[in-house]
């Protein structure tokens, strides 16, 4: 029936009923339960509205296999094993019923009768280290794929048809094409060619813009590379869209330089550029988890964040990979994949920048405000010209373009495409300066801001920072202390022979501050050069000491033991120490 009266209305009611949403379910949806709906209606936040089909698919398998459970089962967590057997809080689903929004995928539960995500899901087999580093066998992979879908974040680019349909159908187009329709009859050629030129020019240039931003966010988010994946007690070459959650993979491999997916980190230890995720250009050093940490990651899936705690040993997708150390006595470092494609941290961010939050611009508010207005006008217009018509006796065709030709004079047809071709030129115009913009309609809001501010001193002046030099707290009067002398020369903070040579309490003062310069830093050496925070590097720069690793030839004695004996010491197992030194050549330090 609905179609029925759509090619009755010559497609005016398709028209309404697409701007209205809302009426389109009242009008030809029927409210049923979640689990036997062919259709659902997602609301997001901001009010939009989605309709989109339910999939249905054969699965046969268990529920805790699909989403994460929130009432774990105690015991078999404590004992490590929990083999997602059928039962009465775990059934089998026969049939995955799902449908995809916004690139999540939303799997219907029956136990609560509502939809959720299984992006935080997470197998409490995984507290079992042991059995963890096995691997997975084929047919769980495959499951599991068939679960979680492929390891990908390819995002769905719009065909030009598609483009253009939905520019065509925009209530501001389907107005002109009224008006150059009225023109026409009216035998303004000449108006009516012009408005359809504009118009043309305005829906060709959105088609090419939204290609080209869409193309652009496409390549920068789709990354695909090979994986060596232990499975089925063999290690086996694979491309990173087949990993699933639980699959284990090498992380020592020369030629993985990002991580595909979001991991774990299960032996060896590596340093990572998390720039991606926190704009800062510093290596961050990562360590093999443990139960412990794999209990947090467990609790903090629940929770759908990530602790202080668990990213010590949490890989981001998408992050760099600076170094990777082997462990010793093991030929390679891995890594166990927790999550994939768009429910990772890298997919979180491409999702916001596909779907930023809407913008409310006054000036688009206004300007709507503005055109209702002049519309209820146009009809009080309409409708006093009418009488007037019918009054002089005119015939019905001339008194039909008369009043509708009030409605095109007082409603501008060509303002959207005026707009949008200002729009086009101010985007040309950064594009030459090389300001690129994702979203054309923000350049209307550039174009009122009268204050920029920005949150480092570096993104105005310079990346690099340089320490003039320090001040050493003093002793002033009775009880109070107050800054010395600016010392530019780091020989000058503390100029004795030896870190123990302290003979008053402003040397151990000194002592103490040298102490913090040469020590209080994450620096890490990476091929002879130290990376770091350029805060700490210029620090430690500033001490004019040498870095050094790898001391394993070395030997370091603490007050009775040796720093490697393990059995006396094992909390030193594993761990390579980072030492520092004067430097030989500096031939002003007075250091013996």
Known sequence: SYIILCWLSLGMLYLVLRWTPRHKVNFYGIKTSLGKAEWVVVESEFGELSIINVNRKWYNRPLS????????DNESVHYHHHHHHESRENPNIPILISFEYRYFTLIYSPLEDIYRTNSNWADPDWLDLYSVQRGLSTSVQEDRMLAFGKNS???????????LFDEALHPFYVFQVFSIILWLLDDYYYYAGCIFLISLISIINTLIETKQTSKRLAELSQFHCEVRVYKDGFWTQVSSSELVPGDIYEVSDPSLSVFPCDSILLSGDCIVNESMLTGESVPVSKFPANEDIIGCLLEDFKRTQISNKLAKSFLFNGTKIIRVRVPKGQPVALAMAVRTGFSTTKGSLVRSMVFPKPSGFKFYEDSFKYIGFMTLVAIFGFSISCVNFIRLGLDHRTMILRALDIITIVVPPALPATLTIGTSFALSRLKERGIFCITPTRVNVG????????????TLTEDGLDVLGVHISQPRGQSGYAFGDLLQNVHNVFNKFSLNDCSSPLDFRARNFLISLI???????????????PLDFKMFQFTRWAYEEDFQDQKFHSLNEERYDDGTLPENLGITPAV?????????SCFT
């Open 580 to 588: 520092v030194h004067p430097c030989g050549n500096d031939s002003e």
């Open 447 to 458: 174009g009122k801001i009268d204050v920029m501010c920005f949150d480092k001193t570096g």
């Open 65 to 72: 296999t699909l989403l994460p459970s929130d009432t774990a």
């Open 153 to 163: 974040i390819n995002l769905k680019q719009k065909t030009t048809s598609q483009i």
């Open 519 to 533: 020590t209080c830093h994450s620096l890490r050496l990476v091929d002879g050069e130290l990376l770091g925070d």
